[in-house]
């Protein structure tokens, strides 16, 4: 097969050529190639030139492993979002072409992995940062339903926590990959953004259960939830790429005002957020709501208070945020 695969990557091949590169006697590989055209495989010879495959002749891809299925699915997937029409078309058939001649264990994978993976539209202009050293075995652990051990660094918190969790969804969006998963630490369902992923381990164990769960009720219940806070932000225009890559909710609304931007979002916890926009000091200013402001605030002046002396505290740069 591996010798197929070589004539096939080639237009001529001299018999010395072959003999050196997988390493056997020329002898060896005219019987071999004898014995690959009883077998049925079309190769031509042409005296004092080399051996060739019959044109129109190709040997199927059906030595993919299922990371390399894996990543081929999910680079389609980012295609079908984020390019247009007419190559989303030309991957589809592809990937339709490249499902045909998987083992059918494998195309059991890639059904379930296809189920369970969903790409939204990019909801900023940041460019799309597509790495992730996590994605392979969380992809692994969707398919063959395994139990992931991971250490997770949280958001607003920056604590980091070692969990076990079922995986049962991924979804890319706000520029970042995010796996939907139980988490049997905090018994609930829970959104972990991959780039916060610092360790990852896939364990044999095969979880059970959620046959309930429908990542696509998942998405509309999470948009449609009304525990998320409107907020609205002033920051200044170079801190916009650390504010698009850090915060996973939704920006809602970009809108340019000088050398600033006011950004409208969509929050879950005010408390732990305005923790996150006071780490910009004066390159953020909240607009609105006002009970963000108040929390700010109060923030800040915890900071002060901690690091106050008896010699006379200089307060002037956190006027703004105490008033």
Known sequence: ????????????????????????????????????????????????????????????????TAEEAGALFMGGKLVEQLTDASLRKHMESALMKIRSVLPRERQDDLDRLERSTVVLERESSAAPRLASEALIPIQRALAERRVLA????????????????????????????????????????????????????????VFSGHADFSLERYLQTAMDEENFDTVVIRFKSEVMEPVRRDWSARLMEEKADGDEMVVTMQVYALDSFARWVLSFGTKAKVVSPEPLKSLVAAEAARVVAQYSSPAKLDLQPWESLLT
């Open 150 to 205: 991971l250490d997770y660094l949280g958001g607003a918190r920056r604590e980091l926590t070692r969990r076990q969790v079922e995986p049962l969804g991924l979804i890319y969006y706000a520029d970042n990959w995010h796996l939907i998963a139980y988490c049997r630490l905090r018994g609930d369902m829970r959104d972990f953004r991959s780039d916060r992923i610092r360790s990852l381990r896939l364990l044999n164990e």
């Open 1 to 64: 097969m591996a010798m197929v695969v070589y004539l096939q990557g080639r237009r001529l091949s001299r018999a010395e050529d072959i003999a050196a590169h997988f390493e056997i006697s020329v002898r060896t590989t005219y019987r071999d190639l004898a014995a690959l055209g009883e077998a049925g495989i079309p190769i031509m010879a042409e005296a004092g030139v080399g051996y060739s495959l019959v044109k129109g002749y190709h040997l199927p891809p059906v030595m993919f």
